[in-house]
């Protein structure tokens, strides 16, 4: 759990989220650009082990875990699966029981909860 809450610091901030994240991650023509910069944040932020950890949570190689992360965490939002109180809550660091158990849920499931009509998480 705590692996999570540090992947998501590293992540977005909460003010960004609030800001402009959700219109970006339901942006086609600008979501790759939302999950690639997360995604290189992760990767200067997060150690090796770490990464290790969310690799086990997640079913991933540990190489693959930013990218994952991120794409699962932008569908997540995109799909209004992720409210900004969760995120900023999270990104905080004092989530309820619920929100973590909620974003664990969500990140390590792919395709959680896909509504017709949501982009589709990103291969890469």
């Known amino acids: 759990?705590?692996?999570?809450?540090?992947?998501?610091?590293?992540?977005?901030?909460?003010?960004?989220?609030?800001?402009?994240?959700?219109?970006?991650?339901?942006?086609?023509?600008?979501?790759t650009a939302v999950i690639v910069d997360c995604s290189e944040n992760l990767k200067r932020s997060v150690d090796a082990n770490e990464r290790q950890a969310a690799a086990?949570?997640?079913?991933?190689?540990?190489?693959?875990?930013?990218?994952t992360f991120c794409?699962?965490?932008?569908?997540?939002?995109a799909r209004g699966e992720v409210s900004a109180d969760e995120f900023s809550n999270a990104t905080s660091g004092g989530?309820?029981?619920?929100?973590?158990?909620?974003?664990?849920?969500?990140l390590t499931t792919p395709g959680f909860?896909?509504?017709q009509?949501?982009?589709?998480?990103?291969?890469r």
Do not use: N
């Not at 794409?71 to 939002?77: E, F, I, K, P």
């Not at 989530?95 to 969500?106: F, I, K, R, W």
């Not at 009509?117 to 291969?123: F, K, N, Q, T, V």
């Open 56 to 67: 086990e949570i997640m079913q991933v190689k540990p190489s693959r875990v930013p990218w």
């Open 71 to 77: 794409d699962r965490l932008g569908s997540a939002v």
């Open 113 to 115: 909860s896909e509504p």
């Open 95 to 106: 989530p309820s029981d619920a929100t973590l158990e909620h974003l664990v849920q969500v």
């Open 117 to 123: 009509g949501a982009p589709a998480p990103i291969s």
């Open 1 to 31: 759990a705590m692996t999570i809450l540090i992947f998501l610091a590293g992540c977005m901030t909460p003010r960004q989220y609030q800001d402009s994240i959700v219109e970006k991650l339901r942006d086609p023509s600008r979501r």
